[in-house]
């Protein structure tokens, strides 16, 4: 019996470490979902059961929208998306990770902005940011398209009236 | 038996006082037809500054043509040049009085009520430049919450207001006596006297810093701003008083030598030396550092960006003070009444310009964040600012016109007694 | 304004200002239809929370009549141990003047007759940053960021030493414990002595009765910050003073598309505000003047 309960305390205690020896890998932020392109997710329900190509090449049949600009004499789309389950990406080491967790892929190469991003002050955060009220973090990929991420130019907000325009008088 | 005796003293004080009411309405309401023409020109452009004001209270201050980029406008520029004028009347007819200098000693009275009609002027423009009239009951010491001695506009409030109540007393104390034909108790009056020459000064100086104290403003966060204050005042001033007097001297039997108008001129002299010099200390130090903050200097001198409105203004001003100050500072055209005349009317306009507009605008102009926005008065701002001109000036007209009989003793307590044989001393 | 002497000079308040009122009142009417009550209406500070209950409740009634909406005014107070700072990274500001609309959208400004903004974003000329007076205010360009310039957005600082408070006769304007300064509305007599004296020109003035359209207004106020104001009264950025007392991210936050405003509290160690002080290089405009802003701009490229 003390065998026992020595048994299942090591496995109680085994399983505690593992899933806190993660630490920062598998901490969770608020976030909303990834902004994917509709009816995209998920995208086993056409890989699986194609062929895995890994040749680097220039897309044809499908994703014949997404420009590649990030990097693109680099890497090419299998460096990120996982070969085998691509409703995974993976990052350096092999590990799959989810789309809601896409951060951690991109701050393996941009790790200062990850580590601001974590601390709330790269990015976008919005809610409350104290107190139990709802708060969302906004994921890379909410702002920054992870194929093109530079920012595009916006039509800006139109200027104030000048002191003498006619909207301004009575 | 006595409380009879005060009744009586009481029923017969009541009746002087009906009687000499009685008499300042008709002394006031008799006169020339210059004098009526006066008046009634002056009323009619009160109550047309009246309806613009009502207008203005009506819809609010977007009826003036201030904006949050020039947040003052004519009004307070009227405001500044007004408090200067009410300060050098003062500081120059009470010291002349101390001094027993006596070719101005008559004269005391009518600055002191010209000091009053100013500061009445002064405190009415800020009150149509208020957004809530209605809320004015704020600025009460104790009534309402005022922020003293931390804020320079409730340090102006006590001052502005002391300083009339100092100007009313003085001179009713001493009319009233003299209307007794009774020798005022200097021992009781001259301290008030003596009291009323450094709040003169203080006035002056309050308003000064009102402007000095802002961080913000760097063409008003100088220390040369309270002494270019009180020597533009000792100029603008006095000029407006050598005229008041020539016209006194002219419509009444006051005596008032050339001689007074003569040393007043002297005065405004070495008052316009000051003030150009000071005016030349600030230019340097502006032109020569050539810092960002010479940027109000060059929109008010050269224009900003092609931005010039207040540059002909300027320089006129600069001409007129130039030549006022070698009109004064030479005797002969100081000792000749035509130069001396015009003299004064360069000083006043000139001064006005230069301590108004000229010092009020270029303040916000650019503004903190860089913009550039040019303020010209509208009609309604226009309008209001005459009518209060106007009533100032009405005011004083029926003061004096009540004042100087008493001086010269036309009007006094005994004619009043003259019809009453049993009320004269025994 | 201690509550030592309160009965003595309400007392002597009441009498005066009856005084007053009985012989001003026909000729002063006020600037819009309010009663006596309005007129004797007390500084907020001063206010029993018996006499704030019913001042709200007549400003909730006037706000239903006049904009058919029914308000909340709230008149939370500051929440303890809190100093609200504020971060903005100039190196993703793209001007594009989002954080202005929805700042005025929040905050029930007037919307023209006269347009009343409480951030003004400024273009400067790339290799010119602390001299404000070549920006231009009125860019409009078809995209933004233009090449060759960059953005400044400026509003109220919330200064710890603020000049507008010193310049205030009346104490309309003060600084509540949590760091924000605020303005009572219904206390301003409109003298714009506090606008000549902010260095950053953050406060504004309502010139005549704003122009809200009935149907853009918020109606989750706040009495010292987004309630719709009247004529002639001073207003100003609150660090959305409704939204942080309830620990929410102030409306410019909320709306910079590129994330470039940052906020919280600079007493919490573990803030944003205090990760950005402590690891960024941040600067406030017009330091030298001491005005102690809570404003902190930070590039990081």
């Not at chain 2, 120059?92 to 005391?108: A, H, M, N, T």
């Not at chain 3, 902010?198 to 918020?218: H, I, M, Q, S, T």
């Given at each position: 019996?003390?065998?026992m309960?020595?048994?299942?305390?090591?496995?109680?205690?085994?399983?505690?470490?593992l899933t806190?020896?993660a630490?920062?890998?598998?901490?969770?932020?608020p976030?909303?979902?990834?902004?994917?392109?509709?009816g995209?997710?998920?995208?086993s329900?056409?890989?699986?059961?194609m062929?895995?190509n890994?040749?680097?090449?220039?897309?044809?049949?499908?994703?014949?929208?997404i420009?590649?600009?990030h990097?693109?004499?680099?890497?090419?789309?299998?460096d990120?998306?996982?070969?085998?389950?691509?409703?995974?990406?993976?990052?350096?080491?092999?590990e799959?990770?989810n789309?809601?967790?896409?951060?951690r892929?991109?701050?393996?190469?941009h790790?200062?902005?990850?580590?601001?991003?974590?601390?709330?002050?790269?990015?976008?955060?919005?809610g409350?940011?104290?107190?139990t009220?709802?708060?969302?973090?906004?994921?890379c990929?909410?702002?920054?398209?992870?194929?093109?991420p530079?920012?595009?130019?916006?039509?800006?907000e139109?200027?104030?009236?000048?002191?003498?325009?006619?909207?301004?008088?009575? | 038996?006595?409380?009879?005796?005060?009744?009586?003293?009481?029923?017969?004080l009541l009746k002087?006082?009906?009687?000499?009411?009685?008499?300042?309405?008709?002394?006031v309401?008799?006169?020339?037809?210059?004098?009526?023409?006066?008046?009634?020109?002056?009323?009619?452009?009160?109550?047309?500054g009246?309806?613009?004001?009502?207008?203005?209270h009506e819809?609010?201050?977007?009826?003036t043509n201030m904006?949050?980029q020039?947040?003052?406008?004519?009004?307070?520029a009227?405001?500044?040049?007004?408090?200067?004028?009410?300060?050098?009347?003062?500081?120059?007819?009470?010291?002349?009085?101390?001094?027993?200098?006596?070719?101005?000693?008559?004269?005391?009275?009518?600055?002191?009520?010209?000091?009053?009609?100013?500061?009445?002027?002064?405190?009415?423009?800020v009150?149509?430049?208020?957004?809530?009239?209605d809320?004015?009951?704020h600025?009460?010491?104790?009534?309402?919450?005022?922020?003293?001695p931390?804020?320079l506009?409730?340090?102006?409030?006590?001052?502005?207001?002391?300083y009339?109540?100092?100007?009313?007393?003085?001179p009713?104390?001493?009319l009233?006596?003299?209307y007794?034909?009774?020798?005022?108790?200097w021992?009781?009056?001259?301290?008030?006297?003596?009291?009323?020459?450094p709040?003169a000064?203080?006035i002056h100086?309050?308003?000064?810093?009102?402007?000095?104290?802002?961080?913000?403003?760097?063409?008003?966060?100088?220390?040369i701003l309270?002494?270019?204050?009180?020597?533009?005042?000792?100029?603008?001033?006095?000029?407006i008083i050598i005229?008041?007097f020539?016209i006194i001297?002219?419509?009444?039997?006051?005596?008032?030598?050339?001689?007074?108008l003569?040393?007043?001129a002297e005065?405004?002299?070495?008052s316009?030396?000051l003030n150009?010099?000071?005016l030349?200390?600030?230019?340097?130090k502006?032109?020569?550092s050539?810092?960002?903050?010479?940027?109000?200097?060059?929109?008010?001198?050269?224009?900003?960006?092609?931005?010039n409105?207040?540059?002909?203004?300027?320089w006129?001003?600069?001409?007129?003070?130039?030549?006022?100050?070698?009109?004064f500072?030479?005797?002969?055209?100081?000792?000749?009444?035509?130069?001396?005349?015009?003299g004064?009317?360069?000083?006043?306009?000139g001064?006005w310009?230069?301590?108004?507009p000229?010092?009020?605008?270029?303040?916000?102009?650019?503004?903190?964040l860089?913009e550039?926005?040019?303020?010209?008065?509208?009609?309604?701002?226009?309008?209001?600012?005459?009518?209060?001109?106007a009533?100032?000036?009405l005011?004083f007209?029926?003061?004096i016109?009540?004042a100087?009989p008493i001086?010269?003793?036309?009007?006094?307590?005994?004619?009043?007694?003259?019809?009453?044989?049993?009320?004269?001393?025994? | 304004?201690?509550?030592?002497?309160?009965?003595?000079r309400e007392?002597?308040?009441?009498?005066?200002?009856?005084a007053l009122?009985?012989?001003?009142?026909?000729?002063?009417?006020?600037c819009?239809?309010?009663?006596?009550?309005d007129?004797?209406?007390?500084h907020?500070?001063?206010?029993?929370?018996?006499?704030?209950?019913?001042?709200?409740?007549?400003?909730?009634?006037r706000?239903?009549?006049q904009?058919?909406?029914?308000?909340?005014?709230?008149?939370?107070?500051?929440?303890?141990?809190?100093?609200?700072?504020?971060?903005?990274?100039?190196?993703?500001?793209?001007?594009c003047?989002?954080?202005v609309?929805?700042?005025?959208n929040?905050?029930?400004?007037?919307r023209y007759?006269?347009?009343?903004?409480w951030?003004?974003?400024?273009?400067l000329?790339?290799g010119?940053?602390?001299?404000?007076?070549?920006?231009?205010?009125?860019?409009?360009?078809?995209?933004?960021?233009?090449?060759g310039?960059?953005?400044?957005?400026?509003?109220?600082?919330?200064?710890?030493?603020?000049?507008?408070?010193?310049?205030?006769?009346?104490?309309?304007?003060?600084?509540?414990p949590?760091?924000i300064?605020?303005?009572?509305y219904?206390w301003?007599?409109?003298?714009?002595?506090?606008?000549?004296?902010?260095?950053?020109?953050?406060?504004?003035?309502?010139?005549?009765?704003?122009n809200?359209p009935?149907?853009?207004?918020?109606?989750?106020?706040?009495?010292?910050g987004?309630?719709?104001?009247?004529k002639?009264?001073v207003?100003?950025?609150?660090?959305c003073?409704?939204?942080?007392?309830?620990?929410?991210?102030?409306a410019?936050?909320?709306a910079?598309?590129?994330?470039?405003?940052?906020?919280?509290?600079?007493?919490?160690?573990?803030?944003?505000i205090?990760?950005?002080i402590e690891?960024?290089?941040?600067?406030?405009?017009r330091?030298?003047?001491?005005?102690e802003?809570?404003?902190?701009?930070f590039?990081?490229?």
């Amino acid at each position: 019996m003390q065998k026992m309960s020595y048994f299942i305390a090591s496995i109680f205690l085994l399983g505690v470490f593992l899933t806190t020896s993660a630490g920062a890998a598998n901490q969770e932020f608020p976030v909303p979902p990834p902004p994917f392109t509709e009816g995209i997710f998920p995208c086993s329900q056409c890989h699986a059961s194609m062929e895995v190509n890994r040749k680097k090449r220039e897309l044809k049949d499908e994703h014949t929208k997404i420009r590649m600009h990030h990097a693109e004499t680099m890497r090419w789309c299998l460096d990120c998306h996982d070969a085998k389950n691509r409703d995974k990406l993976h990052l350096y080491n092999g590990e799959l990770i989810n789309f809601t967790e896409s951060y951690r892929l991109c701050g393996e190469c941009h790790g200062n902005l990850y580590r601001d991003w974590r601390a709330g002050i790269h990015g976008k955060r919005t809610g409350y940011f104290m107190g139990t009220g709802k708060r969302t973090y906004l994921l890379c990929a909410h702002c920054h398209d992870p194929h093109e991420p530079k920012f595009k130019l916006i039509v800006p907000e139109p200027p104030p009236f000048r002191p003498t325009d006619r909207r301004n008088v009575k | 038996m006595n409380l009879r005796k005060a009744m009586e003293s009481l029923q017969g004080l009541l009746k002087e006082t009906w009687h000499f009411y009685k008499k300042t309405l008709i002394l006031v309401s008799r006169g020339s037809r210059i004098y009526y023409a006066w008046c009634f020109s002056l009323l009619a452009i009160i109550i047309v500054g009246f309806i613009f004001y009502w207008k203005q209270h009506e819809m609010g201050l977007i009826e003036t043509n201030m904006t949050d980029q020039v947040s003052w406008g004519l009004y307070i520029a009227n405001f500044t040049y007004l408090v200067g004028m009410a300060a050098a009347a003062v500081l120059l007819v009470i010291p002349s009085y101390i001094y027993q200098f006596k070719p101005i000693k008559e004269i005391v009275v009518l600055g002191e009520l010209f000091a009053a009609s100013s500061i009445v002027m002064a405190i009415l423009f800020v009150m149509v430049d208020l957004g809530r009239l209605d809320r004015v009951w704020h600025m009460i010491p104790f009534v309402g919450s005022m922020n003293f001695p931390t804020s320079l506009l409730a340090w102006d409030v006590l001052v502005l207001n002391g300083y009339l109540l100092l100007n009313l007393f003085i001179p009713i104390y001493l009319l009233v006596k003299f209307y007794y034909r009774k020798e005022p108790n200097w021992k009781f009056i001259l301290p008030f006297i003596l009291l009323s020459i450094p709040w003169a000064v203080g006035i002056h100086t309050v308003t000064a810093f009102l402007y000095n104290g802002l961080a913000a403003r760097p063409f008003w966060n100088a220390s040369i701003l309270a002494p270019r204050f009180l020597a533009s005042a000792f100029c603008s001033g006095p000029a407006i008083i050598i005229i008041i007097f020539q016209i006194i001297r002219k419509v009444s039997s006051v005596n008032l030598e050339d001689k007074a108008l003569f040393k007043i001129a002297e005065l405004i002299a070495y008052s316009m030396f000051l003030n150009l010099f000071l005016l030349g200390a600030e230019i340097f130090k502006e032109y020569y550092s050539g810092t960002v903050h010479m940027a109000s200097f060059k929109y008010l001198f050269e224009g900003l960006h092609h931005h010039n409105e207040l540059v002909p203004w300027i320089w006129a001003a600069m001409a007129m003070n130039v030549t006022a100050f070698i009109l004064f500072l030479i005797p002969s055209t100081r000792k000749r009444l035509s130069t001396l005349n015009l003299g004064c009317l360069l000083i006043i306009v000139g001064v006005w310009i230069e301590k108004g507009p000229g010092f009020v605008i270029p303040g916000f102009v650019p503004d903190p964040l860089g913009e550039i926005h040019e303020y010209v008065p509208n009609l309604v701002e226009l309008m209001v600012s005459f009518g209060i001109w106007a009533l100032g000036l009405l005011i004083f007209t029926l003061l004096i016109k009540v004042a100087i009989p008493i001086e010269t003793g036309e009007f006094s307590h005994t004619e009043y007694e003259k019809e009453r044989p049993y009320l004269r001393p025994h | 304004m201690s509550n030592k002497n309160y009965t003595r000079r309400e007392f002597i308040r009441n009498l005066s200002v009856t005084a007053l009122a009985g012989l001003s009142l026909p000729l002063l009417s006020s600037c819009s239809r309010e009663e006596a009550e309005d007129f004797l209406q007390k500084h907020f500070l001063e206010m029993t929370g018996e006499e704030k209950k019913r001042v709200i409740a007549k400003l909730e009634q006037r706000y239903l009549e006049q904009y058919g909406r029914k308000f909340q005014i709230s008149t939370q107070e500051a929440l303890p141990e809190t100093l609200w700072g504020y971060g903005l990274e100039l190196s993703r500001c793209v001007g594009c003047r989002r954080c202005v609309y929805a700042c005025a959208n929040e905050n029930n400004t007037s919307r023209y007759a006269r347009q009343l903004h409480w951030i003004r974003v400024l273009r400067l000329k790339r290799g010119n940053l602390i001299n404000l007076e070549d920006s231009e205010h009125y860019y409009t360009p078809e995209t933004v960021p233009e090449k060759g310039f960059i953005y400044l957005p400026v509003q109220c600082q919330q200064c710890q030493n603020p000049p507008c408070v010193k310049a205030c006769p009346i104490h309309a304007t003060w600084q509540e414990p949590d760091g924000i300064v605020v303005v009572d509305y219904n206390w301003c007599i409109g003298c714009r002595y506090c606008i000549a004296a902010c260095p950053y020109k953050g406060r504004v003035f309502n010139w005549a009765e704003p122009n809200l359209p009935k149907d853009e207004v918020n109606p989750n106020v706040h009495y010292l910050g987004n309630r719709p104001r009247t004529k002639c009264a001073v207003e100003k950025c609150t660090f959305c003073i409704q939204r942080v007392r309830q620990g929410r991210y102030p409306a410019c936050v909320e709306a910079c598309p590129t994330g470039a405003r940052k906020f919280g509290n600079l007493l919490d160690p573990k803030s944003e505000i205090r990760y950005i002080i402590e690891r960024k290089r941040v600067f406030r405009l017009r330091e030298e003047l001491n005005t102690e802003s809570k404003f902190y701009y930070f590039f990081e490229s």
